[in-house]
Protein backbone atom coordinates (compact mmCIF):
# COMPACT_ATOMS: atom_id res chain seq x y z
CA UNK A 1 0.00 0.00 0.00
CA UNK A 2 1.60 3.35 -1.14
CA UNK A 3 0.61 6.01 1.12
CA UNK A 4 1.05 9.89 1.91
CA UNK A 5 1.35 11.21 -2.11
CA UNK A 6 -0.17 14.22 -1.71
CA UNK A 7 1.18 17.52 -2.41
CA UNK A 8 1.43 18.02 1.39
CA UNK A 9 2.86 14.75 2.17
CA UNK A 10 6.02 15.40 -0.34
CA UNK A 11 6.63 19.28 1.17
CA UNK A 12 6.14 18.78 4.75
CA UNK A 13 9.60 17.53 4.95
CA UNK A 14 10.93 20.50 3.36
CA UNK A 15 12.99 22.07 6.27
CA UNK A 16 13.95 26.13 6.42
CA UNK A 17 15.54 27.82 4.29
CA UNK A 18 14.82 31.17 5.11
CA UNK A 19 12.86 32.59 7.29
CA UNK A 20 8.96 32.57 6.33
CA UNK A 21 6.41 35.47 6.24
CA UNK A 22 3.78 35.02 8.22
CA UNK A 23 0.26 36.52 8.68
CA UNK A 24 -2.48 35.55 11.21
CA UNK A 25 -5.19 35.11 9.67
CA UNK A 26 -7.66 33.80 12.46
CA UNK A 27 -6.99 33.87 16.55
CA UNK A 28 -10.15 32.43 18.36
CA UNK A 29 -10.22 31.66 21.95
CA UNK A 30 -13.36 30.63 23.98
CA UNK A 31 -14.14 29.77 27.30
CA UNK A 32 -15.05 26.16 26.99
CA UNK A 33 -17.95 25.63 29.61
CA UNK A 34 -20.16 29.12 28.26
CA UNK A 35 -18.40 29.49 25.15
CA UNK A 36 -18.11 32.60 26.31
CA UNK A 37 -15.28 34.55 23.75
CA UNK A 38 -12.02 35.69 24.86
CA UNK A 39 -10.78 36.78 21.87
CA UNK A 40 -11.96 36.59 18.09
CA UNK A 41 -9.51 38.26 15.74
CA UNK A 42 -9.35 37.68 11.83
CA UNK A 43 -11.18 36.10 9.31
CA UNK A 44 -12.39 32.98 11.87
CA UNK A 45 -15.32 31.69 9.00
CA UNK A 46 -13.49 30.69 5.98
CA UNK A 47 -12.85 27.26 5.56
CA UNK A 48 -9.26 25.68 4.37
CA UNK A 49 -7.69 21.98 5.09
CA UNK A 50 -7.55 20.91 8.16
CA UNK A 51 -4.21 19.01 7.35
CA UNK A 52 -2.79 17.54 10.44
CA UNK A 53 -5.28 19.16 13.12
CA UNK A 54 -7.49 16.70 11.68
CA UNK A 55 -5.54 13.83 13.89
CA UNK A 56 -7.70 15.07 16.98
CA UNK A 57 -11.35 13.73 14.85
CA UNK A 58 -8.90 10.71 13.52
CA UNK A 59 -7.99 9.76 17.18
CA UNK A 60 -11.34 9.62 18.76
CA UNK A 61 -12.62 7.98 15.49
CA UNK A 62 -9.52 5.00 16.17
CA UNK A 63 -10.21 4.79 19.72
CA UNK A 64 -14.09 4.32 19.07
CA UNK A 65 -13.97 1.67 16.53
CA UNK A 66 -11.30 -0.24 18.14
CA UNK A 67 -8.41 -0.18 16.12
CA UNK A 68 -6.29 1.93 18.59
CA UNK A 69 -6.88 0.88 22.17
CA UNK A 70 -4.07 2.78 24.67
CA UNK A 71 -1.33 5.19 24.03
CA UNK A 72 0.94 3.07 22.84
CA UNK A 73 -1.50 -0.10 21.07
CA UNK A 74 -1.11 -0.62 18.11
CA UNK A 75 2.40 0.17 17.19
CA UNK A 76 2.64 -0.47 13.52
CA UNK A 77 6.01 -0.46 11.71
CA UNK A 78 7.34 1.55 9.04
CA UNK A 79 7.22 0.45 5.55
CA UNK A 80 9.60 1.68 2.62
CA UNK A 81 6.20 2.24 0.38
CA UNK A 82 5.17 4.69 2.72
CA UNK A 83 7.20 7.22 0.80
CA UNK A 84 8.42 9.28 3.99
CA UNK A 85 11.82 11.15 3.80
CA UNK A 86 10.90 12.71 7.56
CA UNK A 87 13.39 10.68 9.65
CA UNK A 88 11.24 10.68 12.83
CA UNK A 89 8.30 8.72 10.79
CA UNK A 90 10.86 5.77 10.32
CA UNK A 91 9.91 3.56 12.82
CA UNK A 92 7.22 1.94 14.89
CA UNK A 93 4.87 4.51 15.21
CA UNK A 94 2.25 4.21 18.09
CA UNK A 95 -0.40 6.50 19.06
CA UNK A 96 1.39 8.74 21.30
CA UNK A 97 4.43 8.73 18.59
CA UNK A 98 1.65 9.39 15.61
CA UNK A 99 0.64 12.54 17.37
CA UNK A 100 3.86 13.43 19.00
CA UNK A 101 5.53 13.82 15.38
CA UNK A 102 2.50 14.19 13.32
CA UNK A 103 2.97 10.99 11.00
CA UNK A 104 0.88 11.12 7.89
CA UNK A 105 1.31 7.10 7.23
CA UNK A 106 -0.14 6.49 10.42
CA UNK A 107 -3.53 8.16 10.13
CA UNK A 108 -3.62 6.92 6.59
CA UNK A 109 -3.04 3.18 7.71
CA UNK A 110 -5.85 3.60 10.23
CA UNK A 111 -8.46 5.41 7.82
CA UNK A 112 -7.65 2.38 5.82
CA UNK A 113 -8.51 0.01 8.72
CA UNK A 114 -11.63 2.21 9.36
CA UNK A 115 -12.67 1.71 6.22
CA UNK A 116 -14.75 3.96 3.77
CA UNK A 117 -18.24 3.65 4.94
CA UNK A 118 -17.12 4.11 8.94
CA UNK A 119 -14.89 7.10 8.14
CA UNK A 120 -17.56 8.83 6.52
CA UNK A 121 -19.90 8.03 8.79
CA UNK A 122 -18.02 9.45 12.13
CA UNK A 123 -17.03 13.00 9.84
CA UNK A 124 -20.87 13.23 9.15
CA UNK A 125 -22.05 12.29 12.63
CA UNK A 126 -19.20 14.99 13.81
CA UNK A 127 -20.35 17.91 11.95
CA UNK A 128 -16.90 18.45 10.76
CA UNK A 129 -16.63 21.17 8.37
CA UNK A 130 -17.71 20.63 4.72
CA UNK A 131 -17.71 16.92 5.72
CA UNK A 132 -16.68 15.95 2.22
CA UNK A 133 -14.50 13.28 2.11
CA UNK A 134 -14.33 12.62 -1.41
CA UNK A 135 -10.84 13.42 -1.35
CA UNK A 136 -9.25 14.62 -5.08
CA UNK A 137 -11.55 14.71 -8.36
CA UNK A 138 -11.47 11.32 -10.36
CA UNK A 139 -8.65 9.51 -8.12
CA UNK A 140 -10.82 7.89 -5.83
CA UNK A 141 -8.44 8.93 -2.83
CA UNK A 142 -10.78 10.20 -0.17
CA UNK A 143 -9.94 7.33 2.07
CA UNK A 144 -6.24 8.34 2.61
CA UNK A 145 -6.21 12.28 1.50
CA UNK A 146 -9.12 14.50 1.80
CA UNK A 147 -7.77 15.96 4.98
CA UNK A 148 -4.97 16.87 3.15
CA UNK A 149 -5.42 20.05 1.36
CA UNK A 150 -7.83 18.02 -0.68
CA UNK A 151 -11.46 18.24 -0.53
CA UNK A 152 -12.37 17.98 3.43
CA UNK A 153 -12.12 21.70 4.64
CA UNK A 154 -13.15 23.53 8.13
CA UNK A 155 -12.83 26.63 9.36
CA UNK A 156 -11.75 27.91 12.32
CA UNK A 157 -15.01 28.44 14.14
CA UNK A 158 -15.88 25.15 13.37
CA UNK A 159 -12.53 23.48 14.54
CA UNK A 160 -13.30 25.30 17.70
CA UNK A 161 -16.81 24.06 17.98
CA UNK A 162 -15.43 20.75 17.25
CA UNK A 163 -13.06 20.83 20.49
CA UNK A 164 -15.57 21.98 22.71
CA UNK A 165 -17.98 19.12 21.82
CA UNK A 166 -14.78 16.97 22.70
CA UNK A 167 -14.70 18.80 25.84
CA UNK A 168 -18.21 18.55 27.01
CA UNK A 169 -18.77 14.73 25.91
CA UNK A 170 -21.65 16.19 23.14
CA UNK A 171 -19.49 13.88 19.91
CA UNK A 172 -21.13 10.53 19.49
CA UNK A 173 -18.01 8.43 20.64
CA UNK A 174 -17.78 6.86 23.89
CA UNK A 175 -15.87 8.53 27.18
CA UNK A 176 -13.06 5.95 27.34
CA UNK A 177 -11.98 7.14 23.08
CA UNK A 178 -12.31 10.86 24.37
CA UNK A 179 -10.48 10.00 27.39
CA UNK A 180 -7.40 8.09 25.81
CA UNK A 181 -7.14 10.78 22.60
CA UNK A 182 -6.72 13.70 25.81
CA UNK A 183 -4.13 11.84 27.13
CA UNK A 184 -2.02 11.66 23.81
CA UNK A 185 -2.34 15.22 22.43
CA UNK A 186 0.82 16.84 23.42
CA UNK A 187 0.85 19.93 25.68
CA UNK A 188 2.85 22.83 27.20
CA UNK A 189 3.03 24.37 30.65
CA UNK A 190 3.02 27.88 29.61
CA UNK A 191 2.99 31.08 32.39
CA UNK A 192 0.67 31.61 35.37
CA UNK A 193 0.07 27.72 35.18
CA UNK A 194 -1.41 27.21 32.32
CA UNK A 195 -1.45 24.06 30.36
CA UNK A 196 -1.80 23.76 26.51
CA UNK A 197 -2.81 20.95 24.72
CA UNK A 198 -3.03 20.80 21.15
CA UNK A 199 -2.26 19.57 17.46
CA UNK A 200 -0.55 21.77 14.36
CA UNK A 201 -1.41 21.11 10.98
CA UNK A 202 0.68 22.10 7.91
CA UNK A 203 -0.83 22.42 4.65
CA UNK A 204 -1.06 23.96 1.17
CA UNK A 205 -3.59 26.74 0.67
CA UNK A 206 -6.09 26.70 -2.77
CA UNK A 207 -6.36 29.99 -4.44
CA UNK A 208 -10.21 31.44 -4.85
CA UNK A 209 -9.98 29.36 -8.21
CA UNK A 210 -9.71 26.63 -6.13
CA UNK A 211 -6.17 25.68 -7.42
CA UNK A 212 -3.68 24.39 -5.18
CA UNK A 213 -1.00 27.43 -4.41
CA UNK A 214 2.11 24.80 -3.31
CA UNK A 215 4.52 28.68 -3.13
CA UNK A 216 2.48 29.30 0.38
CA UNK A 217 1.23 27.60 3.36
CA UNK A 218 -1.51 27.46 5.79
CA UNK A 219 -0.56 26.71 9.45
CA UNK A 220 -2.99 25.35 12.82
CA UNK A 221 -3.18 24.97 15.90
CA UNK A 222 -5.74 23.40 17.50
CA UNK A 223 -7.04 22.06 20.98
CA UNK A 224 -7.56 23.72 24.39
CA UNK A 225 -6.01 25.31 27.48
CA UNK A 226 -6.39 24.91 31.16
CA UNK A 227 -6.41 27.28 33.49
CA UNK A 228 -6.64 26.49 37.44
CA UNK A 229 -10.42 24.98 37.01
CA UNK A 230 -11.25 26.74 33.84
CA UNK A 231 -10.65 25.12 30.48
CA UNK A 232 -10.65 27.10 27.17
CA UNK A 233 -11.04 26.06 23.46
CA UNK A 234 -8.99 27.76 20.71
CA UNK A 235 -8.09 27.89 16.92
CA UNK A 236 -5.42 29.62 15.32
CA UNK A 237 -4.77 29.71 11.42
CA UNK A 238 -1.91 31.44 9.87
CA UNK A 239 -0.62 31.96 6.35
CA UNK A 240 2.80 32.28 5.18
CA UNK A 241 5.04 32.69 2.28
CA UNK A 242 6.13 29.01 2.13
CA UNK A 243 4.82 25.70 3.65
CA UNK A 244 7.63 24.23 5.98
CA UNK A 245 6.75 24.66 9.35
CA UNK A 246 3.45 26.62 9.17
CA UNK A 247 1.93 24.56 11.71
CA UNK A 248 5.17 24.92 14.36
CA UNK A 249 4.84 29.06 13.46
CA UNK A 250 1.07 28.58 14.61
CA UNK A 251 1.62 26.66 18.02
CA UNK A 252 4.71 28.79 18.83
CA UNK A 253 2.34 32.48 18.41
CA UNK A 254 -0.35 31.18 20.11
CA UNK A 255 1.53 29.75 23.15
CA UNK A 256 3.72 32.88 23.77
CA UNK A 257 0.25 34.31 23.28
CA UNK A 258 -2.28 32.92 25.53
CA UNK A 259 -1.07 33.80 29.00
CA UNK A 260 -1.89 37.64 28.01
CA UNK A 261 -5.07 36.82 26.46
CA UNK A 262 -5.68 34.67 29.82
CA UNK A 263 -4.33 37.29 32.27
CA UNK A 264 -7.43 38.32 33.53
CA UNK A 265 -9.02 35.09 33.71
CA UNK A 266 -9.16 33.80 37.13
Same mark, same amino acid.
Given at each position: MRLCISVVCLAIAITFSSAASAETVCTLVEEAQTGRVIKSEGDCATRTTPASSFKLALSLMGYDAGILTDAHSPAWPYKPEYLSTHEEWKQIIDPAKWLEYSVVWYSQVL?????????????????????? +???????? !?? @??? %?? =??SSLQISPVEEARFVHKMLTGNLPVSKDAVTKTMAIVPSWTLADGIVVHGKTGTGVPRG????????????????????????? +???????? !?? @??? %?? =???????KADLPALLANER
Open positions: TTKLGMDRFRGYVEKFDYGNKD +VSGNPGKN !DG @LTE %AW =LSPDGILDPAGGIGWFVGWAEKRERRY +VFARLIRQ !DK @LAG %AG =LVARDTL
